[in-house]
Structures are given as structure tokens and as C-alpha cells.
């Protein structure tokens, strides 16, 4: 008789695990998307004005958006910009990635056709750098730098980390 109850106790249970809702612990954290952190405007300044322009946006398991920038930079001997055009394109983002380098940005322009790879890395809650990726450039081109990036809507002192 004992074994009898435990057994149907035993199925009783195991019924009401299967039939309630799975719930996580208190205290343990809701799993986020590593493509969360990402999403939002960016901006990038340069001689105090917006050059650049990230706009990245979850829609479930995926990262979708533009980038707009000049269509033409130039960079000094240390890789830096040097001037940019008045001339714009944007580009729109085709694939999104999570890596061990950050978020790896496939972009095309409409334009164009012209693929092009940036890679996106955050520096703080509100910061990141981002990257020209995989590009081809001309004998003697010094390296590109990252450049910096805010997240539109932070204040200044988180920004500034």
C-alpha cells in the first residue's frame, strides 16, 4: 500500500511539473539576446559635428538598420579622419554577428551593391568604436582607427567612460 501511494504521489508530481509553466528561479537573471546591448542610434563626431550614424534595431533574435556616413574620407598618416565628404550614403545592414571582436556589420549600398564589413566593439554602457572590416587598402595606407561612438540618449558622463 505504501508503495502504492508513493507511486501515485510520484505521478502526481511528475504531472504538475509537465503541466505548470516553467519559471526561473528568484534572483536569476531573464536571458537577453547579446544583440541587445547594440541596439539603438550611435553617433560619431568629427570638428564637433555628426558624421556617422548607426541605427541598429532588434526585431527578435536579429539585429536590423542602417549606416550613414560620407561617401568619401580621407585619413591622416596615423589613421585617422582628416576630412570627410558633404556627400552621404547609407547602407543598409544585411547580417549581424556576435564575435569574440564584438559585432560584426554586413552592410550594402543600395547605390552601389558594394558590400562592406564593420565591426563594432562596446567600450562602456553608452560607448563603442566600430571599424572598417576586411577591406582592401592601397599600398601605404596607414591602418584605420575605430572610431568612437555615442549612444543617442545618453548623458555626458556616461558617455565620457
Excluded at 34 to 52: H, I, N, R, V
Excluded at 62 to 82: A, M, T, V, Y
Aim: net charge positive; no cysteine.
Amino acid at each position: 500500500m505504501k508503495r502504492l501511494l508513493l507511486l501515485a504521489l510520484a505521478f502526481g508530481v511528475a504531472a504538475a511539473a509537465q503541466t505548470l509553466p516553467k519559471q526561473a528561479a528568484p534572483g536569476t537573471p531573464v536571458r537577453r539576446s547579446p544583440l541587445a546591448d547594440y541596439a539603438g542610434t550611435w553617433t560619431g563626431s568629427f570638428e564637433g559635428k555628426t558624421w556617422l550614424t548607426v541605427k541598429l534595431a532588434l526585431q527578435g533574435d536579429r539585429l536590423s538598420g542602417s549606416i550613414q556616413h560620407p561617401r568619401n574620407l580621407q585619413f591622416n598618416d596615423q589613421g585617422e579622419l582628416k576630412s570627410i565628404s558633404d556627400e552621404q550614403s547609407t547602407e543598409t545592414v544585411q547580417d549581424a554577428q556576435v564575435n569574440p571582436d564584438g559585432l560584426l556589420l554586413t552592410t550594402k549600398d543600395p547605390d552601389t551593391q558594394e558590400t562592406n564589413r564593420f565591426t563594432m566593439k562596446l567600450t562602456g554602457e553608452a560607448t563603442a568604436e566600430i571599424k572598417m572590416s576586411a577591406m582592401k587598402m592601397p599600398p601605404g595606407m596607414p591602418k584605420i582607427r575605430p572610431w568612437k561612438l555615442t549612444k543617442a540618449g545618453a548623458s555626458p558622463a556616461v558617455a565620457s567612460h
